[in-house]
């Protein structure tokens, strides 16, 4: 119970027993006040005064109260968001605020195992079964399986990115409830209060799922815009440079988890929790799918603007690109830009040398994808034996597979090797129509015309990756990193 008491708000624990946590005692509720003042005195130290005693008619010590200063219920974050005020400033200072308890926090291994990829396939679980009692109205059960489906398959691909997540630290003693009804802006900064205190287990978090509760609590009220400048800012101040498909997973993981709650509100009589239930499941879907890690191949043969298309759609959607040019000539010791032309299937053109070729671009897009990183790769990928290995790797890593390829007529191919200007590329006319008449149909790819304008053919690409998840937005891509 809160009681608002003129410029103060106490606090009195009841007397419950709801399984994970028990205050039937009085000794117990003493314990929890003072857990909650001193833990919530991290971001709001001039708003927890106290605990205070409550004394029976005679005398004895009978309750505890956590006083507080009271806020202004007009300067609530969520408040402040539905009236339409700025809040950007506001969020940028919360940021920091989070960052900045994020790097004091103290690190052993209790709160490094609630980081372990393995703890947080535990929670979803325990989510999901959760979910799956509720009554069927509340949420579809195919909602849930494909829910379900996808968290399994971004954890299971993603070993090393959570020991990364470890051996970088951060994994931390957070906040754990980072919502905007309990976020105040006011004239001289945010306050920031109510951490979850009655298990610290829920608070032992990367910081960037505890970042992503506010994240996703912002967008679910509306404000998009301002969640991913949250976002932003915190791994500016953070200097966290996770993959954005970690940002959205840890955000519907946080919006699962409400859509959770709402439904056991729904259980419990609130008419209105169904809907707030199934609006939710629908933004961790749009999370998880804008979250799938992807391979995309762009071949063609020589000429035909892949380099060109693969560039383009990875300055769009700021995924790392792989050049088969660039990897081989590093291999063979010289530049990118020096010239080793050679006859078709000669010098570095050797098969050997395309075969070592091609299994360093995997090898280099496994370690990527495995760290929640998509992946393009610009190739010809002319022989069948080079896509398969390409769907392998992408069903070992549990990641999206996309074959864009690149096609043009013939004159214009023949023009555009007269008139290229240096680059990678040693493939001349001869080469051009050796590959070409060597390349295996490619069926399973989709065809990308470049003979309008590259920004036609680049959209016709965003469109064939975008196409798997036609509803999601693209956003979350990593900021760059800058001193405040």
């Known amino acids: 119970m809160v009681i608002l008491l003129g410029d103060q708000a106490v606090k009195l624990r009841k007397p419950v027993n709801l399984g994970f946590l028990d205050f039937t005692t009085r000794e117990a509720r003493w314990a929890i006040c003072h857990e909650e003042v001193k833990l919530n005195r991290r971001l709001a130290p001039d708003v927890y005064e106290g605990v205070a005693d409550v004394l029976g008619p005679d005398g004895q010590l009978c309750e505890h109260l956590v006083v507080m200063r009271r806020m202004a219920e007009d300067r609530r974050l969520a408040t402040m968001i539905r009236s339409g005020e700025p809040v950007e400033d506001h969020l940028r200072q919360v940021a920091r605020m989070v960052a900045s308890l994020h790097g004091r926090s103290s690190r052993d291994p209790l709160i490094d195992r609630q980081g372990e990829v393995q703890a947080l396939q535990g929670r979803w679980t325990a989510s999901f079964e959760q979910v799956r009692a509720l009554p069927d109205a509340v949420l579809d059960a195919e909602v849930i399986q494909g829910i379900e489906r996808l968290v399994l398959r971004f954890l299971d691909g993603r070993g090393p990115l959570f020991a990364n997540r470890l051996s970088e630290g951060r994994i931390v003693d957070g906040h754990g409830d980072l919502l905007a009804d309990d976020i105040f802006c006011l004239d001289d900064g945010p306050r920031i209060l109510d951490c979850l205190e009655f298990d610290e287990r829920l608070r032992f ?86 979250g799938a890690v992807t391979l995309v191949l762009v071949g063609g043969s020589p000429a035909t603007g892949k380099t060109t298309t693969a560039a383009a759609i990875a300055d769009r959607l700021g995924y790392p690109l792989l050049h088969s040019d660039r990897i081989r000539k590093e291999l063979a010791g010289i530049t990118p830009e020096q010239h080793a032309p050679a006859p078709f299937g000669e010098g570095i053109y050797r098969r050997e040398w395309t075969e070592r070729t091609y299994h360093e671009l995997l090898s280099r897009a496994e370690t990527l994808l495995r760290h929640g990183e998509p992946v393009i790769i610009d190739a010809s990928w002319s022989d069948t034996g080079q896509r398969e290995a390409a769907r392998r790797l992408a069903r070992h890593t549990s990641s999206d597979l996309v074959a864009l390829h690149c096609t043009t007529p013939p004159q214009l191919i023949a023009e555009r090797l007269t008139n290229r200007e240096d680059g990678m590329s040693d493939a001349d006319q001869a080469i051009a129509a050796a590959i070409t008449a060597k390349a295996v149909p490619w069926p399973d790819a989709i065809e990308i015309d470049t003979s309008a304008s590259p920004e036609q053919a680049t959209e016709q690409a965003l469109a064939a990756i975008h196409a798997r998840w036609p509803t999601v937005p693209q956003r979350f891509r990593r900021p760059q990193m800058k001193p405040d």
């Open 205 to 290: 978090l990367d910081g960037l799922d505890d970042a992503a509760f506010l994240a996703m609590d912002l967008e679910r009220l509306g404000a998009l815009r301002p969640a991913e400048q949250f976002l932003h800012w915190y791994t500016e101040f953070s200097g966290d440079l996770a993959p954005p498909s970690l940002w959205h997973h840890y955000v519907a993981y946080r919006a699962f988890v409400r859509a959770k709650v709402a439904g056991l509100r729904h259980q419990q009589g609130d008419s209105g929790a169904a809907r707030e239930a199934r609006e939710l499941a629908e933004l961790t879907l749009r999370h998880l799918r804008a």
